[in-house]
Antibody, heavy 119, light 107 residues
Framework: QVQLQESGPGLVKPSQTLSLTCTVS??????????WSWIRQPAGKGLEWIGR???????NYNPSLKSRVTISVDTSKNQFSLKLSSVTAADTAVYYC???????????WGQGTLVTVSS | EIVLTQSPGTLSLSPGERATLSCRAS???????LAWYQQKPGQAPRLLIY???SRATGIPDRFSGSGSGTDFTLTISRLEPEDFAVYYC????????FGQGTRLEIK
């Protein structure tokens, strides 16, 4: 059973860079035809896709966030990471990492981690 | 970017009733690339349907999906108490987008 766990600071100051890591267990991040994705959800609001990475290193990003987002993968640690620069209060949200099986849907999700942007 | 619009925003029904949730896309979506998720408070979303009509592993057969082009539907044939939640549609492409969600509440 694949499990994903987000980790990182729960509080980030405005204008700084938000950094989160997702650790995958129960399977190799390199195996299979999967993307590894980040999705966020502000309190009381809907889901917003941030972007995804394939194990080859190729990435796709939400056009509205593309200038501030970097997603990377470390296959040796079975982890992938998110960096979001120049954050503002609007970036306060629960951030989920997930396994994206493409047309078969996003089938495994982490529990989510709340990141608050505040001074 | 493809915009997904879900309706209604809130649906109030009783257990045992049939629920019909709609997802409309701003441009045509391949049926293979449309999914539905259920989210309960404090939990991550759960995949229900992919490819517009294929149930994900372990999803009861009271959940069904249909549609093509720009109009897609999630149907719950007979509502169980645990089905009251928020439902999202999602389209997969080079840029993935989600609908804004439909809240299914107990009447």
């Amino acid at each position: 059973q694949v499990q994903l766990q987000e980790s990182g600071p729960g509080l980030v100051k405005p204008s700084q860079t938000l950094s989160l890591t997702c650790t995958v267990s129960g399977g190799s991040i390199s195996s299979g035809s999967y993307y590894w994705s980040w999705i966020r959800q502000p309190a009381g609001k809907g889901l917003e896709w941030i972007g995804r990475i394939y194990t080859s290193g190729s990435t796709n990003y939400n056009p509205s966030l593309k200038s501030r987002v970097t997603i990377s993968v470390d296959t040796s640690k079975n982890q992938f990471s998110l960096k979001l620069s120049s954050v503002t209060a609007a970036d306060t949200a629960v951030y989920y990492c997930a396994r994206d099986h493409g047309y078969r849907g996003i089938d495994y999700w982490g529990q989510g981690t709340l990141v608050t942007v505040s001074s | 970017e493809i915009v997904l619009t879900q309706s209604p925003g809130t649906l109030s029904l009783s257990p045992g009733e049939r629920a019909t949730l709609s997802c409309r896309a701003s441009q045509s979506v391949s049926s293979s690339y449309l999914a539905w998720y259920q989210q309960k408070p404090g939990q991550a979303p759960r995949l229900l349907i992919y490819g517009a009509s294929s149930r994900a592993t372990g999803i009861p057969d009271r959940f069904s999906g249909s549609g093509s082009g720009t109009d897609f539907t999630l149907t719950i044939s007979r509502l169980e108490p645990e089905d009251f939640a928020v439902y999202y549609c999602q389209q997969y492409g080079s840029s993935t987008t989600f609908g804004q969600g439909t809240r299914l509440e107990i009447k």
